[in-house]
T-cell receptor, first 112, second 115 residues
Framework: AQSVAQPEDQVNVAEGNPLTVKCTYSVSGNPYLFWYVQYPNRGLQFLLKYITGDNLVKGSYGFEAEFNKSQTSFHLKKPSALVSDSALYFCAVSPLLKDLIFGKGTTLSVSS | GAGVSQSPSNKVTEKGKDVELRCDPISGHTALYWYRQSLGQGLEFLIYFQGNSAPDKSGLPSDRFSAERTGGSVSTLTIQRTQQEDSAVYLC?????????????FGPGTRLTVL
């Protein structure tokens, strides 16, 4: 069965420090992996996706994610966190011709 | 261009009443999805459409839930005889086609409160 795990409910980081939000997945075949962000009282926004090719994917707002096939991970990263990055982050995997399977989400809190 | 729109943004109803939630996808997107997000929970897949067809209805929680899509565009999610456990934010998304590498674009959601 396809699944996504986000092992941390919350990540706390100080502004200016690097951040990592973890995601591991279990899929059959080649994975299509996504990160979405949800700001308070707003809908989900697409950040980035991995389809194939370069293992380091760059996305919106300075975020990037590293695909690691051997560790079945797709961690979200940013070199220098901003207070405005505080939000709920979802990792997701897309089976072919179906919906997105989401992780449970990780709340990122960036302190000033 | 215009994104995914949903209406109403908020709906308060009494237990036992029927409600209809509407989703207007991005023009040209053939796939449309409904999810439910309960307080403190992740996203729960309900149903998706490819064109006007719904190949997978397995996520609908009960037979009180139904959805339709007409003209390959607007979709309505209907909840009959609402229960308090139906209270949640209902999110709609669309994509160029279903699944695979296509990212989904989400609407702002409809917050449903069943009293």
């Amino acid at each position: 069965a396809q699944s996504v795990a986000q092992p941390e409910d919350q990540v706390n980081v100080a502004e200016g420090n690097p951040l990592t939000v973890k995601c591991t997945y279990s899929v059959s075949g080649n994975p299509y992996l996504f990160w979405y962000v949800q700001y308070p009282n707003r809908g989900l926004q697409f950040l980035l996706k991995y389809i194939t090719g370069d293992n380091l994917v760059k996305g919106s707002y300075g975020f990037e994610a590293e695909f690691n096939k051997s560790q079945t991970s797709f961690h979200l990263k940013k070199p220098s966190a901003l207070v405005s990055d505080s939000a709920l982050y979802f990792c997701a995997v897309s089976p072919l011709l179906k919906d997105l399977i989401f992780g449970k989400g990780t709340t990122l809190s960036v302190s000033s | 261009g215009a994104g995914v729109s949903q209406s109403p943004s908020n709906k308060v109803t009494e237990k036992g009443k029927d409600v209809e939630l509407r989703c207007d996808p991005i023009s040209g997107h053939t796939a449309l999805y409904w999810y439910r997000q309960s307080l403190g929970q992740g996203l729960e897949f309900l149903i998706y459409f490819q064109g006007n067809s719904a190949p997978d209805k397995s996520g609908l929680p009960s037979d009180r839930f139904s959805a339709e899509r007409t003209g390959g565009s607007v979709s309505t999610l209907t909840i009959q005889r609402t229960q308090q456990e139906d209270s949640a934010v209902y999110l709609c998304a669309s994509s160029l086609s279903a699944g695979g590498p296509n990212e989904q674009f989400f609407g702002p959601g409809t917050r449903l409160t069943v009293l």
